[in-house]
Every structure is written in structure tokens, then in C-alpha cells.
């Protein structure tokens, strides 16, 4: 959502575009010739889109597969295949699926707005796709244009020159090539035989460097363009091991290099948290407001590059005074509450805490009718919300990732109250994000809250709150749960009619769940394993939602046997629990089924290496801490319920992701201990 208002508010720092209604039409053209003469410009812009996609193969070419996810996720983003893209939602789309940081996201956006309408239709989104995410995509000089447009605009300076256009110095060129190069010699080399070719060879590295840099100048579009299409930055780029096609998805992943492209942009929030004592009560609240007349200078005007550009929760985050908003606060500030209540009290186990459903009303409403109606309107958003993310969602540390849930809501706010909190009014969300990793439902005392409140958070942090879907988040594996599953608990609390309709709505948004989510490209969070780890994390990330049931892969339609084989594996399958040779290999039969393999420790480390990755992080079990550490370190297993389902004695953790003074990324357990309400570090 852009930021509009208050006095730290105003222009996003993206650039501005004309307001649009729903079909991309510029509002506000009063004369009927000049809505007419711009309905035409429109019509045009398409038809000559249309054209370039059919050279492309998009209509009758063979690459109609492609086109069709395209608009699938086109449709998703925007509910209508005539609606247009906004700026804001495609760079947090793109920050998810492909792990893009916000200033490449941002070029790639502009270079495939071929109308420069500041929005993109769905031949442009598509565009988008073609010349820099889709595999093997031909070699068309308008893809070579976009793609050189993307890089240039990730590298140009920020402001316009005297003639009204960007330019890129001979730094930013410079940057561009170091980006490329593993070596200051590699750089110098490339420099010198883009610009300066006719340079002695025995000049020194350091006297390359600097005199190609200095004779780069400063470059329009036009230059660039004339270079990147040069014999010499090709044969540069082949010493890369790198395509013009390829390049930009080297760029785009911004925070795994060193350098300019991946510094901080400082911008100050219109909104301040304040701090204050209820009257008459020895507590106090916090709440969010926009910044006060007093706090700022007299005659005061914000620099633009200063101003915020979207909400901090993201561009889809149930927007503020609305009643989604206030329904998701309230969900989540009577889970805080209890959480510090909770501390206090004596230890009790899950199952008998709270078992009035007093919790519940408090969330959720004091009658029936309007427990049914919060529970179904939070539902329906988080659907949204989920659907609109990709399979596999990519996002940067750090990450806080919970286990099993299983609706011991008591475990769950007790982690919460010892190791930070999901709330921007006195916790952490604003500075790490939240994985929960399947399992939230079945067995515990409180499944219905712990649906609540996750999907409370997940409509009012939607950049910041992941989940995950776990074997547990199926309609069959509910009901096979009997009197202790979440379809029973669903028609207890809401009667036999009203009970399982909205058990179906609930289920309408756990199909849509993310499947896995790949943290700083290094580890892979998913709630089973590996399986017999024959698939890849990008053959993961095509499979299809909805999910509406988990089926064998000699039940599925051939065509997506493959898939059904990923899903479950991902979802149900589990790590030998020894390191030792017998424990190496695939087995067969878990858990009572032929298709269900457990892996062992040579699995995992071949996936890990195949897939570029270090860690897999995964749920799915209960482990007497809460966590373990398997298969030589590469395979950790979290569970966040307590003396699991009443039979077990184990205790609940969660693991703490982020980057240590050494850059190092860490995994830091943090538990909870079975029998009280003592923390193990």
C-alpha cells in the first residue's frame, strides 16, 4: 500500500505513476476525443504486445505452457486478467518467487513497462517473465532491450542529468563489472577491452581500472545498450560462465554480493509507536499513530528520497481502520495478553488450560454469530494472502521457524512471550520474520485459536509471517483423527451445521499453503524431508495450488504423478535417526506406507549439494528438546509442542536464523523446558 499521508508520508520514492481504474485506463481525461484518443493508444500498445509475444511462440509457438502460469499468477496478483499490475505488488512478487532485492526488482519492472503507463498488463508481466526468469527463452532483440534496460536502470544513477535522462557513471559501470568478476585482473581485463581496447596490455590492474573508468564517462541508455551488445562484454561475460539471458538473475540476487547494489536506502516512517499507561491500571499499551505535528520542525518538507515507500507489512497487509484490521489486531493483542497472563501462572499442561473457550469469545466474539463470522473472514483473507505468494517462498534472514503446533496454543504464547513477539507494539515482527512449518491443528486443546491467531497474523504481517503447510492440514487426515481432530473440534464449537462449513472455508486456505520456503538461498524449511530426494527445490516450486487432497502418486493422473510423489514426500516423509552406515541410503515403507521413503544422511548432504544449499529444516516429529541436529548438521527437526498430545515428555524449541558479527548465517535453538516455564539457551 502506498504511502500517502502524514507528514513523513506523501509520493512513494517509486516513481509516480497516472491513477488508473480497474481496466488501466488514466483517469481524469474529461474531453471525449482525448479519452478516445487514449482508449486507441492502449488498444495498440497491446495489439503490437501481442505481436512481439506471438514472435516469441506465445500463440502457436509451442511456449503456450509458459503463457498460461503467467496469467495464472497475473490473475492471482490482480483478480482480473484486464486489471494492471502496480509497481509495489510486482517487486513484492518477485522478492518471494525469486528471492529479487527491491532495487533490481524495481528495473526489471520498468524495463517491461513497454506502454511507460507505470503499471503492467499481463503481456508485460509476461514479458517480464520471458526475458528474465524463464528457462531457455529465445534470442529476440526485445528481450535483449528489456534486459538491458533492467541492468542499466539497477546501475544509473538515481536523479536525472541536465538532458532529463539516467545516465550510468563510470563508477556505476565499473560496479556493474566488478558485480561480474571474481577478480580485480577479471575486472580490468573486461574494463579495458570494453573501453579502452586500445590501452597497452602491460598496464597494471589498478591503471586499468582506472583509466576504463574514467573513460566510461557517463552513459545514456543508448551507449549502454551499444555495449551490452558488443562482442566484448559477451566474451567477458563467457569468462563469467554467464549469459545476456542469465546475467540479470546473477544481479537480481543482490544481497549475496559485495558492493553498492545491495547498500541500505535510508527512509523515515510516518508512523511512530507510543507507549502508554491505561487510566486507573498498573499497565500499559502500545499503540501506532502517524508522527505529530510538535515532533517535527516548523516549515518542514521531507526530502523525497527520504520518504517510505510502502507499508512496512507489505503491499497486500489488511489495510489500517478497516475491519479486517481491527478484527486481526484484536486476535493478536488478546494472544499477547494471555501469553504475559500465562507466564505468571503456575505450569499446567495444554489440555487443561483454559478449556472453557473463554479464549476463544475473546478473539474471536461473545456470540456465536460473530465467532463464525471473525473466524470466516479471516479465513477467506489469509486465503487470499497465501494464494498470492508462490509454492516455494524465498525470503531473507532473520527468520524465526516453529515446529509442530498441533494446538497446544499454551506452548506456542509461551515461546512467543520468552523469545519475542509477532506484534509491532512491543515485539520483533518489524525487524524478523515468522515461519510457522506446518502442523498447527489436530490433538491439542486449542486448535481453533491457534487457527485463529496465525491467520491474524498472516493478514496483518503478510511480508513478514509464513505459513507453511504441514501433513496435518488435510481434510482426511482431520477426520481420521477422530474426537481429538479438527474437523470434531470445528463442529463441537460451532454446532453440527455451522461446524463444517466453515471447517470447509479453513480448509480453502490451507489449500493454498506454501509448501517449503528457501531462507537466504541456504536453507530449505519444509515440514517432512527430503523423501528419497530425486526432485530439486525448482521442481518443487512448480507444483500446482489448490491442494485439495494428498494422494499417491498410482492415484494421480500420470501426467502429475511426479508431483504427487514431491508433494508427499515433502510433507510426510522423515530422516534415518542415526549418522552411522546402517542409517545411510533410502528405506522404503515409512510409516506405513509404500510411498513414503526415510532418508538418510548421504540423501541429504547429495540434496543439499545438488540444490545449492546447506541446511534442510524440517518438523514433522516430536524430539525429547524441542529440536535435533542430524545427518552431520545438515538436517535439524523442530517441534514446538510441549509433552506432545499429553503422552510424551519432550520440550518445544524454535530456531532462531540470522546472520552473526562474523556474517556467518547461525541457527541458534531456543526452548522451552517440558516440566515449567524455564527457557534452555
Not at 96 to 113: E, N
Not at 118 to 123: D, V, Y
Not at 392 to 412: A, E, M, N, T
Not at 566 to 582: F, N, Q, R, T, Y
Amino acid at each position: 500500500m502506498p504511502r500517502n499521508g502524514g507528514l513523513l508520508g506523501g509520493a512513494s520514492t517509486f516513481p509516480e505513476t497516472p491513477p488508473h481504474n480497474g481496466g488501466g485506463e488514466p483517469m481524469g481525461v474529461e474531453s471525449p476525443l482525448a479519452r478516445q484518443s487514449t482508449t486507441s493508444l492502449i488498444k495498440n500498445a497491446e495489439r503490437e504486445q501481442r505481436a512481439l509475444l506471438t514472435e516469441l511462440g506465445f500463440y502457436g509457438g509451442g511456449r503456450e505452457g509458459l503463457k498460461k502460469a503467467s496469467d495464472r499468477a497475473f490473475l492471482i496478483l490482480t483478480n482480473s486478467l484486464e486489471e494492471c499490475l502496480s509497481l509495489e505488488k510486482f517487486v513484492e512478487h518477485v522478492r518471494l518467487r525469486y528471492g529479487v532485492d527491491t532495487r533490481p526488482a524495481v528495473a526489471c519492472f520498468h524495463a517491461a513497462d513497454l506502454d511507460d503507463s507505470g503499471l503492467l498488463n499481463r503481456h508485460e508481466f509476461l514479458l517480464a517473465n520471458e526475458a528474465f526468469y524463464h528457462d531457455d527463452p529465445p534470442d529476440h532483440k526485445a528481450l535483449l532491450d528489456i534486459r538491458s534496460t533492467a541492468i542499466f536502470l539497477t546501475f544509473a544513477d538515481d536523479h536525472e542529468h541536465d538532458s532529463g535522462e539516467r545516465r550510468i557513471s563510470g563508477v556505476g559501470f565499473r560496479q556493474l563489472v566488478d558485480e561480474l568478476c571474481k577478480t580485480k585482473s577479471h575486472s580490468a581485463a573486461m574494463m579495458k577491452a570494453l573501453v579502452i581496447p586500445e590501452a597497452e596490455d602491460d598496464v597494471d590492474t589498478e591503471g586499468a581500472l582506472a583509466a576504463a573508468t574514467d573513460a566510461v564517462g557517463s552513459l545514456n541508455l543508448d551507449a549502454f545498450r551499444v555495449l551490452f551488445a558488443s562482442d566484448e562484454f559477451v566474451d567477458g561475460l563467457q569468462r563469467t560462465r554467464l549469459s545476456r539471458s542469465s546475467l540479470l538473475k546473477k544481479l537480481c540476487q543482490g544481497r549475496e554480493m559485495d558492493g553498492g547494489l545491495n547498500d541500505s536506502r535510508v527512509v523515515l516512517d510516518d508512523r511512530h509507536a507510543v507507549s502508554r499507561s491505561d487510566d486507573g491500571v498498573d499497565v500499559t499499551r502500545i499503540a501506532s499513530e502517524e508522527v505529530p505535528l510538535d515532533a517535527v520542525n516548523t516549515h518542514f518538507e521531507l526530502d523525497p528520497c527520504l520518504r517510505v515507500e510502502t507499508d512496512w507489512r507489505g503491499p497486500f497487509a489488511a489495510e489500517r481502520g478497516t475491519e479486517l484490521f481491527m478484527l486481526a489486531s484484536n486476535v493478536i493483542d488478546v494472544a499477547i495478553a494471555t501469553s504475559h497472563n500465562t507466564f505468571a501462572e503456575a505450569p499446567v499442561r495444554d489440555t487443561e488450560w483454559n478449556v472453557e473457550g473463554e479464549l476463544l469469545e475473546k478473539m474471536l466474539g461473545p456470540t456465536a454469530a460473530d465467532r463464525q463470522h471473525s473466524l470466516s473472514k479471516l479465513a477467506r483473507h489469509c486465503q487470499a494472502e497465501v494464494a498470492r505468494q508462490p509454492t516455494v517462498v524465498r525470503i531473507s534472514q532473520p527468520v524465526k521457524v516453529f515446529g509442530d503446533v498441533h494446538g497446544q496454543l499454551r506452548d506456542l504464547l509461551l515461546l512467543f512471550r520468552e523469545f519475542g513477539q509477532p506484534s509491532h507494539r512491543g515485539g520483533d515482527i518489524e525487524c524478523v520474520k515468522y515461519v510457522f512449518n506446518g502442523d498447527f491443528v489436530d490433538r491439542g486443546a486449542h486448535q481453533i485459536e491457534v487457527v485463529a491467531l496465525l491467520f491474524a497474523l498472516k493478514v496483518m504481517y503478510p511480508s513478514r509471517v509464513f505459513l507453511l503447510r504441514g501433513n496435518h492440514e488435510f481434510r482426511d487426515v482431520n477426520s481420521y483423527m477422530g474426537v481429538d481432530g479438527f474437523e470434531a473440534k470445528m463442529a463441537h464449537a460451532f454446532g453440527p451445521v455451522v461446524g463444517p462449513e466453515l471447517f470447509q472455508v479453513v480448509h480453502e486456505s490451507f489449500d493454498w499453503l506454501p509448501l517449503a520456503c528457501v531462507i537466504e538461498d541456504r536453507i530449505l524449511v519444509l515440514h517432512g524431508g527430503i523423501g528419497a530426494g530425486e526432485w530439486s527445490i525448482p521442481e518443487l516450486e512448480e507444483v500446482q495450488r489448490p491442494i485439495t487432497s494428498l494422494e499417491a502418486p498410482d492415484e494421480c493422473d500420470p501426467a502429475t504423478g511426479r508431483a504427487c510423489q514431491m508433494v508427499l514426500e515433502a510433507l510426510w516423509s522423515d530422516p534415518s535417526d542415526s549418522d552411522e552406515a546402517m542409517g545411510r541410503g533410502v528405506h522404503w515403507g515409512n510409516r506405513g506406507s509404500e510411498n513414503i521413503p526415510s532418508f538418510g544422511p548421504d540423501v541429504t548432504s547429495e540434496f543439499c549439494s545438488a540444490n545449492g544449499i546447506d541446511v534442510v529444516v524440517r518438523s514433522h516429529q516430536f524430539v525429547a528438546r524441542g529440536y535435533k541436529v542430524m545427518h552431520h548438521g545438515h538436517l535439524l527437526t523442530v517441534f514446538s509442542a510441549r509433552n506432545y498430545f499429553d503422552r510424551e515428555e519432550n520440550d518445544s524449541a524454535l530456531l532462531l536464523i540470522a546472520k552473526d558479527g562474523e556474517g556467518a548465517l547461525r541457527i541458534r535453538p531456543k526452548a522451552l523446558l517440558q516440566d515449567d516455564i524455564g527457557s534452555r539457551w
